[in-house]
């Protein structure tokens, strides 16, 4: 019998017929897979998404539910989809949630800083929402400064995060910024390019950073995740969700906390 396996048109375009027309037939396909948007077991005899994980030199394709995500095609960068192939084959050690990795960014005292990130889930009202907070580890420059000011908050402001004054209301959307998972991990946080370029990426994780499967499971019911930003020694390495709302409240009160909601790019 052949597998239940649903191609997209922009999969279809990228591997080609021939290469379509095998996975359809299911020459190419396994029986069983680990679903790359909750990661439990998937068979190709219920409905299957192909998934395309595409970087600069390399793809690697992927099977997901159906009932999880769509077929589609999720750009990466090469230096994702090789950590990607490596957590595939059992060769990269994951961590618990929360975690903290992040790129470098200029601090102000002319040491490096880097954005650590904190997963976890924010109820909004009566809704549960997937959250992501940024808190760098040093005071942030302007680029192309070295002054001693922290200049964190300002940027952001800038590039359309808005202030929070209560934690009860969402955030508004900032277009073109989204998170981006793959493989059922967290990988970056995106922001606009230039015209006619990719997106690039603001944080990006060492190493894919693990999520909780209640946190996957609400940013793919929800699709966008709440992204929460504050200056170094707002926020901290909270525990338990609970810490890290009464820490993101007390933020919000000395007027020292942004946000934004984003789309949730990957799986």
Same mark, same amino acid.
């Given at each position: ?67 999880? =995500?769509?077929?589609?095609? @999720?750009? *990466?960068? %090469? ?5 990607? /192939?490596?957590?595939?084959? !059992? ?25 650590? =990130?904190?997963?976890?889930? @924010?109820? *909004?009202? %009566? ?5 992501? /907070?940024?808190?760098?580890? !040093? ?129």
């Amino acid at each position: 019998m052949s597998p239940m396996l649903d191609v997209s048109d922009e999969v279809r375009a990228e591997i080609g017929e021939a290469e379509a027309a095998k996975l359809i037939a299911g020459d190419t396909v396994p029986d069983r897979y680990d679903c790359t948007s909750c990661r439990t077991p998937g068979s190709t005899d219920e409905r299957t998404s192909t998934v395309l994980f595409v970087g600069s030199e390399t793809a690697v394709l992927a099977f997901a539910h159906a009932a999880c =995500v769509p077929s589609q095609i @999720v750009r *990466v960068s %090469e230096e994702q989809i090789q950590s990607a /192939v490596r957590t595939i084959s !059992g060769e990269a050690a994951g961590a618990s949630a929360p975690a903290e990795s992040g790129s470098p960014s200029v601090p102000a005292d002319g040491r490096q800083a880097v954005l650590g =990130v904190t997963c976890g889930q @924010v109820l *909004v009202g %009566e809704t549960l929402h997937p959250a992501v /907070v940024v808190e760098p580890t !040093g005071p942030i420059a302007r680029p192309g400064t070295t002054g001693g000011g922290d200049e964190f908050l300002p940027l952001l402001i800038e590039a359309g995060f808005m202030p929070v004054t209560e934690l009860d209301k969402k955030p508004g959307p900032l277009p073109g910024w989204s998170v981006l998972m793959a493989m059922g991990k967290l990988h970056a946080v995106l922001q606009p390019a230039e015209e006619g370029q990719q997106p690039t990426s603001w944080w990006q994780a060492h190493q894919p950073l693990p999520v909780t499967d209640e946190w996957r499971t609400t940013a793919n019911r929800t699709n966008s995740v709440l992204v929460y930003a504050a200056p170094a020694g707002s926020i901290g390495q909270q525990p338990r969700e609970d810490l890290m709302r009464d820490a993101l409240e007390r933020a919000a009160e000395r007027g020292v906390l942004v946000a934004a909601t984003m789309p949730l790019a990957g799986t």
